[in-house]
């Protein structure tokens, strides 16, 4: 049972709109979540995060939603850039330790210039 | 900062053959993780390490697998014999604080094909 999914295996927006990233969790015990970005031949890096106790977390061009009820959360890039062309991974995570994450599949985005 | 450095960036070996992979985490960091990409599972938890002490080997996937952390600087994730099922990306990667929500920084990974 994948505890963690990211349905859209890719999306594709054009520079300088919005990219919308969708991550859906089954575990109710999940209390921390984190996007992470990845360019092919590197390792994942963290994006941005938010907790439970929050709906909304802000940074820059980069802000996460969590819906708890819908067991739900999404990533906003406003505006899309070309840079940001990579695969996102969602990931949550019980109790603090955050390094103990389970990611989902990923979502392949695509800015096209 | 150097980030986590993992070796080697490709390895090559053939069935029954011993792996090591090896990596340093970031310096300062208290916490260690082995993950593994492949296409059917993603990114799975191996083993993590907490002030170079195993905490949590229970995605280690047979007895085949293990992993040492002799020191804060090192670790290692060894496979003998290796099977062409082991054949994914391995990542290594740091934190710097356990029990508080603290990301982690990966090491580029390295691509093992057991042939």
């Known amino acids: 049972d994948q505890q963690v999914k990211q349905n859209s295996p890719s999306l594709s927006v054009q520079e300088g709109r919005i990219s919308i990233l969708n991550c859906d969790y089954t575990?109710?015990?999940?209390?921390?979540f984190l996007w992470y970005k990845k360019y092919p031949a590197e390792g994942p890096t963290f994006l941005i995060s938010?907790?439970?106790?929050?709906d909304k977390n802000e940074d820059g061009r980069f802000t996460v939603f969590l819906n708890k009820s819908a067991k739900h959360l999404s990533l906003h890039i406003v505006p899309s850039q070309p840079g940001d062309s990579a695969v996102y991974f969602c990931?949550?995570?019980?109790?603090?330790?955050?390094?103990?994450?389970?990611f989902g599949d990923g979502t392949t985005l695509t800015v096209k210039p | 900062d150097a980030g986590v450095i993992q070796s080697p960036r490709h390895e090559v070996t053939e069935m029954g053959q011993e792996v090591t992979l090896r990596c340093k985490p970031i310096?300062?960091?208290?916490?260690l993780f082995w993950y593994r990409q492949t296409m059917m599972r993603g990114l799975e938890l191996l083993i993590y390490?907490?002030?170079?002490?195993?905490?949590?080997d229970s995605g280690m996937p047979e007895d085949r697998f293990s992993a040492k952390m002799p020191n804060a600087s090192f670790s290692t994730l060894k496979i003998q014999p290796s099977e062409p099922r082991d054949s994914a990306v391995y990542f290594c990667?740091?934190?710097?604080?356990?029990?508080?929500?603290?990301?982690?920084?990966f090491g580029n990974g390295t691509r093992l094909t057991v042939t």
């Open positions: 990667a740091s934190s710097s604080r356990t029990g508080a929500n603290s990301p982690l920084h």
């Open positions: 575990n109710s015990m999940f209390d921390y």
């Open positions: 938010i907790s439970s106790i929050k």
């Open positions: 990931a949550a995570s019980r109790g603090t330790n955050a390094g103990k994450s389970t």
């Open positions: 310096s300062g960091h208290n916490s």
């Open positions: 390490f907490n002030n170079n002490v195993p905490i949590d």
